[in-house]
Each structure stands twice: as structure tokens, then as C-alpha cells.
């Protein structure tokens, strides 16, 4: 497992990483099964959000209570949870009251004295810079969270936020598979006429903004075809780059879905990849995607299976 020490930070994490946004059903048994194979494959990097399991703060707690870590066992992984959506209304609130709340609210769930990493989960309109850096102080000051980032952040975002907040931001968490590549595909077809591609979705050049910042990528959704709407791994609707990642995988004696992850850890942005599965046998043969170096022929034959033009 390639790993790399996240820039502004001591944190020495995994490129690839386990989300648990889809715990909340599963049995005590099946979360130590989950992490456990993540653990056995080098993977000591969670990804959690006060919003994940329905009711507030469900995820975090199932994954607390299922494994009951001891002080050494929580000091030897990462927890990174989020703040910001709140989907019964209002949507969105980075008022520092709700930040320092919902950060109260995780400690307790995860049980645990310390975050290692919070992130601003989405764009929040009516975002106050000064107020949010206020609860960061606040909490780095308490030893509450160690550091911070954000997701779904456009660069302007991130500079206006960089104005304010005295911590450096460390991570943006963005959605990214080979066939929802906008922050991608995008830069390839720049200034080309006519080519949908070439329209910025993300307020232009994330991933290239990030890299300049030392801003890791974490990679979200990273085998769903779309928004929520489904694995493209094995689906009928994409018959020419699963041909190319069965062929890959054969080639590299792997399976489809750690092609699928290397051509996210291929990138030369240091990418984090933050698995969604809940399957055991699929989060270790996702992680066989963490130094797969696929060739620049190969990764342009997915990136083009995928549906996305090279000009
Ligand atoms: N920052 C954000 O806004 C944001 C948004 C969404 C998610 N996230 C984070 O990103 C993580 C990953 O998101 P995700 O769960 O949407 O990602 P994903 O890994 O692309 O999708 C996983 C889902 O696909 C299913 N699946 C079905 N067939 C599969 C196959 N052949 N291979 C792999 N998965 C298959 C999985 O089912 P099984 O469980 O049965 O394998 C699971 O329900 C989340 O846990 C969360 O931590 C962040």
C-alpha cells in the first residue's frame, strides 16, 4: 500500500482509504470484518460525516461501539469526520455554533478525545469566513481536531476561506471515478469549441489549484457511475470500458475494481481513493489498486472507454 505523509501534516496516510458512509445497517460483526480487512491491507485512514446513517452522528457511532478501540488502537488510525449539511433544513450551516456542536457531537459518537481531520463537507452559501475560522481556533485550540479541509470546494472557495482561517487546509474531498471526471476531463479538452468537456463545473482548474496549494484530493465515489446511481463496475451500461478493465486486470493479474482505483492513484496529484464498500473481499481487492502503474496508454484507453474525448 503506497503511502504518503499529507503536506502541512505529520499524518501519515494510505492512498487509499475506507468511507463508512454506508455502515449503518450492518451488524457489529460485519464493521470489524470491514476493518479488519482494511486494517490487513495497510488501510488506517477512516472517512466518516455527522450526516452519514440517517439519524445525526449514526455512522460514526455504529463504527465506535463496534470497535471499542483502546487508546493505542484509536492512536494508531486516522479519523477524518465532516460538518456543514444538515438535510432537514437549512441544508447547509457553517455557523460556528453548528461547527463547534456537530464536532461535539462526533467526539462523543466516535468516542474519541481528538479529530484527527474535520472537513467542511459542502459549500455553504451563506458561509462567514471570520466565523468559521473562529471555530477552527477554537477547536485546534481545545485539541478538539488537528486539522482541516474541505469538500466539494471550488478553488475561489478554498481562497476565500485561505483569507481567514489561520490552519492550513489540507484536504478537499471531491467526487471522482473514471466516469464522473469532470475535475479531470475537463482540463484535457480546455478552450476547445463546441466539446461539452471542455465547461468548467467546479469553478475551473480543482485538481491543478489543488496540487499548487499542496491540497490533497481525497476521491470520492470512486466506482459509482454517477451521482449515487450505481457501480459502472460489471454494469451493461458500459461495455467498452469494463472490456478494457477486465482486459487490464487480466493483464495484471488483479481485479477490475483495483484498475479502477489505480486510475484514480495513478494520477501524479497524490490522490487519496475513499472506498464506499462494505464488502470485505472488495476493499482488499480495491486496495491492489494503490501502486498498479498503469501506463499513460493505458490510462488515457480507460479515461477514453469511459466515454470522455482526447482532442
Ligand atoms: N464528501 C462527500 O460529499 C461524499 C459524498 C459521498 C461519499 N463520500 C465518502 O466516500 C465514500 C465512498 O462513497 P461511495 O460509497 O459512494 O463509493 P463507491 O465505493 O464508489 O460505492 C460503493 C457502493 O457501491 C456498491 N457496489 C456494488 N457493486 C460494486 C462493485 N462491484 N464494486 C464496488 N462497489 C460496488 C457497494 O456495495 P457493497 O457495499 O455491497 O460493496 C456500495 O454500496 C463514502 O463512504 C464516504 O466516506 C463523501
Known amino acids: 500500500m503506497k503511502r504518503i505523509t499529507l503536506p502541512h501534516t505529520d499524518i501519515d496516510a494510505p492512498n487509499v482509504v475506507l468511507g463508512l458512509m454506508r455502515i449503518a445497517e450492518k451488524s457489529d460483526d460485519e464493521i470489524r470484518q470491514l476493518v479488519s480487512a482494511a486494517r490487513d491491507v495497510g488501510i488506517d485512514f477512516f ?39 444538515v438535510p432537514d433544513g437549512p441544508y447547509f450551516d457553517f455557523s460556528a455554533e453548528h461547527i463547534l456542536e456537530s464536532v461535539d457531537g462526533s467526539l462523543a459518537a466516535l468516542d474519541t478525545d481528538y479529530i484527527d481531520i474535520l472537513l467542511l463537507h459542502r459549500p455553504d452559501a451563506l458561509a462567514e469566513p471570520e466565523e468559521i475560522a473562529r471555530a477552527f481556533d477554537t477547536l485546534h485550540a481545545a485539541g478538539k481536531v488537528r486539522a482541516f479541509g474541505v469538500s466539494n470546494h471550488t478553488p475561489r472557495q478554498i481562497d476565500l476561506l485561505k483569507k481567514y482561517v489561520h ?8 467526487q471522482l471515478s473514471i466516469t464522473h471526471a469532470p475535475i479531470i476531463a475537463q482540463g484535457v479538452a480546455g478552450n476547445m469549441a463546441d466539446v461539452t468537456q471542455s465547461i468548467t463545473l467546479d469553478g475551473g482548474g480543482i485538481v491543478d489549484y489543488c ?30 470500458l469494463n472490456a478494457v478493465l477486465d482486459r487490464l486486470a487480466k493483464e495484471y493479474g488483479v481485479s477490475p475494481i483495483a484498475i479502477a482505483t489505480a486510475w484514480i ?27 498498479i502503474p498503469l501506463t499513460r496508454s493505458e490510462w488515457y484507453e480507460l479515461f477514453r472507454a469511459a466515454g470522455y474525448s482526447v482532442p
Not at 497524490?270 to 482488499?284: E, H
Open 47 to 85: 472517512d466518516h460525516a455527522d450526516v452519514y446513517g440517517g439519524a445525526l452522528h449514526e455512522c460514526e457511532r455504529r463504527f465506535s461501539k463496534a470497535l471499542s478501540l483502546t487508546a493505542s488502537e484509536r492512536a494508531a488510525i486516522t479519523i477524518q469526520t465532516k460538518v456543514g449539511i
Open 167 to 174: 490552519q492550513p487546509l489540507v484536504a478537499n474531498q471531491l
Open 211 to 240: 496540487r499548487v496549494n499542496d491540497i490533497t484530493i481525497q476521491a470520492w465515489s470512486p466506482f459509482q457511475a454517477g451521482f449515487f446511481t450505481g457501480t459502472f463496475l460489471g454494469s451493461p451500461q458500459y461495455p467498452a
Open 265 to 291: 492513484t495513478r494520477h501524479p496529484a497524490n490522490m487519496q481513493v475513499v472506498l464506499g464498500t462494505t464488502n470485505p473481499d472488495r476493499v482488499r481487492a480495491a486496495a491492489e489498486g494503490s501502486e
